[in-house]
């Protein structure tokens, strides 16, 4: 089984009975930083133990790497406002609650600092533009960041969890099905069948396939968690060996950072215990801020990365060739290509219609329109 | 390097004709320098030797993650 990143698969989760925590002070945090406490805890975002102090967050900014020269590109800060601050100081133990997840951690408060939000909006996102939606969160964070350990004594069942393996859970399955090599694939929408030609591409190389679907927080007129989880459970119920695909979700809240959120990705992929991690055309990316493919050149800077990326470029439906192709195995013209297109299916979803079958499987269409709302209002 | 960074690194020796083969094979690659290869290439040793060493769940937890894993179809 490949090894987590950093050597060790990190558990922060409290060992012991709760400890006592009225005397402590306590602060509500949001839902986006408890899903970072809850990654953190259950080795997701293993080496982190915790949010980055200072000197981490300088060297990730500048290296793309923490300061033991680990590669981490993608800062997981902690903000609070100055003035809610006034009775902490570095030393002291904290509580985090956030009453969504149920959330209640420990943090022992190492340091607090302050950042530069303009430096690092333009190194994470490679612009200050405050339409990039990173780079509005960046400007809108608190004035203090906190860093230090965590500890999570508490968390509560959501909706979705039956599919919410961590990583210690994923590892065991995989060592039970005897995979070795593991490829992961990452969406955030319903399967069409260009998704369905790179899975499988990259599927018959490898042991298993781990379909791990990003869940939370999304925009309006974007396909809902429920949606997107019943349309893959279809398509692994019709179209894949039951033997040799496994879906999982993952919170975690989108960045957009291109390139650097790539590596991110590959990641926590890794620390799920996957050897191998599909990296697509304008990979988290969003707008024009980016390359297409500047998420797969970033690769060359992580050799010792410890998981292998396999890069994706466009793919379509050739009229000519009669089959799913992609770039490098089509020798026909533009004009006889069809694209799949989300944007298209999205449309005839809206009107109540059956998306073709040459873009999407007929079984996944049905069970998208069985849904009265399958967008986010 | 300042004497706070010092404290965090220390010199190891190796042979030069050694050094100078790595430095050219590292040219062109994502390695940075010659330490940041080596680092690379013990860490690497190290972590391979901790194969088996992942906390194991307790006999009742990996009973609840098999019933788990079994309502999932992902285990027979």
């Known amino acids: ?377 | 390097m300042s004497e706070e960074e010092e404290k965090k690194y220390t010199t190891i020796s190796i042979p030069t004709p050694l050094a100078e083969k790595i430095k050219k094979r590292i040219k062109g690659t994502g390695f940075s320098s010659l330490s940041s290869y080596v680092t690379y290439v013990l860490r690497e040793i190290i972590s391979g030797e901790k194969e088996g060493d992942e906390e194991a769940f307790t006999k009742e937890d990996e009973k609840k993650v098999r019933e788990r894993l079994r309502a999932l179809g992902y285990l027979e």
């Not at chain 1, 060996?241 to 950072?257: G, H, P, Q």
């Open chain 1, 1 to 377: 089984m490949i090894q987590p990143h950093g050597g060790k698969l990190i558990d922060r989760n409290i060992k012991n009975k709760k400890p006592d925590t009225s005397k402590l002070p306590k602060f509500e945090i949001n839902t986006n930083i408890a899903e970072d406490i809850l990654n953190i805890a259950n080795g997701v975002f293993s080496p982190l133990n915790g949010f980055l102090c200072k000197n981490d967050l300088e060297n990730v900014l500048k290296e793309k790497r923490l300061e033991n020269d680990i590669a981490w590109t993608i800062p997981i800060l902690l903000d609070f406002d100055k003035q809610d601050l006034k009775d902490v100081k570095e030393g002291d133990t904290i509580l985090l609650k956030n009453n969504e997840t149920g959330v209640e951690s420990l943090l022992e408060l190492e340091e607090i600092y302050n950042i530069d939000k303009k430096t690092l909006a333009q190194t994470v996102y490679k612009t200050d533009d405050i339409k990039h939606p990173g780079v509005a969160n960046v400007y809108n964070m608190k004035e203090k960041i906190l860093g230090g350990k965590i500890t999570l004594i508490d968390s509560k069942i959501r909706e979705f969890d039956k599919y919410n393996l961590s990583p210690k859970e994923t590892r065991f399955l995989f060592k039970e099905k005897n995979w070795r090599e593991i490829v992961a694939f990452q969406t955030r929408n319903p399967p069409h069948i260009g998704h369905e030609y790179v899975q499988k591409t990259a599927l018959t190389f490898v042991d298993g396939i781990f379909i791990n679907p990003i869940i939370g927080k999304k925009k309006v007129g974007d396909f809902t968690d429920e949606v997107i989880l019943a349309s893959y459970e279809t398509l692994m119920q019709h179209y894949y060996l039951k033997e040799r695909a496994v879906m999982s979700i993952l919170r975690t809240t989108m960045k957009y950072a291109g390139p650097r959120e790539a590596i991110h990705h590959s990641i926590m992929r890794k620390n799920f215990g996957c050897t191998h991690f599909i990296v697509g055309r304008d990979h988290a990316g969003v707008g024009n801020y980016y390359g297409p493919y500047d998420a797969h050149e970033i690769f060359s800077e992580f050799p010792d990365l410890g998981i292998v990326p396999v890069f994706f470029r466009s793919f379509s439906r050739c009229i000519k060739c009669g089959s799913v192709v992609n770039d490098k195995i089509c020798p026909h013209d533009q004009q006889f290509h069809i694209n799949f297109s989300g944007k298209k299916i999205r449309e005839l979803v809206v009107n109540g219609q059956v998306p073709p079958e040459d873009m999407m499987r007929k079984e996944v269409s049905e069970t998208i329109l069985k849904f009265k709302k399958p967008f986010v209002e």
